[in-house]
């Protein structure tokens, strides 16, 4: 089982700043299979990034990913108040296993 | 625009079955481009993927709990079904249905629905 590692486990910034959010996997993701969706309380996971890099339909510019192999990066380049939520990624390139989550808290 | 939701019992006594439903609405269940899934979050914890399915009826578990799974596709009714048995206090979770693209992320999820297993 490929298990991601996801840090920093809480990350506090204010509206403007940049986010940059990590993922480690234990072993090399199969064709970069990792996606990160955003997660606010009550709703369902909603997909932002799928193939390590590929923003989803409908997703801003500001929120890019980067990475490969088993090191993964999120970054969002000018939060938004609306952006403050919990994170995942996810590999999906043998079966599917998640992060624990990194939560964005307004400073 | 897809939506999808999930239904079933709140709360489940311990070495019961769980059994969630997924009514899928706005858009075709039956599609080779696409599987069915369920994850889950217990409180405190981060997302597990526990089962899949494919509109051809080929299933997929996570292995820990392959045992327990059932995982089942209604396409007249538009609706997938899961269902856990010998349920026990560690699978109080949040329960989500997922559409699953394969190399583009699960695109689709509903809200959830909680699950407490207690008497």
């Known amino acids: 089982e490929i298990v991601l590692t996801q840090s920093p486990g809480t990350l506090s910034l204010s509206p403007g700043e940049r986010a940059t959010l990590s993922c480690r996997a234990s072993q090399s993701v199969p064709s970069n299979y990792l996606a990160w969706y955003q997660h606010k309380p009550g709703q369902g996971p909603r997909l932002l990034i799928y193939g390590a890099s590929s923003r989803a339909t409908g997703i801003p510019d500001r929120f890019s990913g980067s990475g490969s192999g088993t090191d993964f990066t999120l970054t969002i380049s000018r939060l938004e108040p609306e952006d403050f939520a919990v994170y995942h990624c996810q590999q999906y390139g043998n079966s599917y296993t998640f992060g624990q989550g990194t939560k964005l808290e307004i400073k | 625009q897809l939506q999808m939701q999930e239904s079933g019992p709140g709360l489940v006594k311990p070495s019961e079955t769980l059994s969630l439903t997924c009514t899928v609405s706005g858009g075709s269940i039956s599609s080779n481009s696409y599987y069915w899934g369920w994850i889950r979050q217990p409180p405190g914890k981060g997302l597990e993927w526990i089962a899949s399915?494919?509109?051809?009826?080929?299933?997929y578990y996570t292995p820990s709990l392959k045992s327990r799974l059932t995982i089942s596709l209604d396409t007249s009714k538009k609706q997938f079904s899961l269902r856990l048995s010998s349920v026990t206090a560690a699978d109080t979770a949040v329960y989500y249905c997922?559409?699953?693209?394969?190399?583009?992320?699960?695109?689709?999820w509903g809200q959830g629905t909680l699950v407490t297993v207690s008497s």
């Open positions: 399915i494919s509109y051809s009826g080929n299933t």
């Open positions: 997922v559409r699953q693209t394969l190399i583009r992320g699960d695109d689709n």
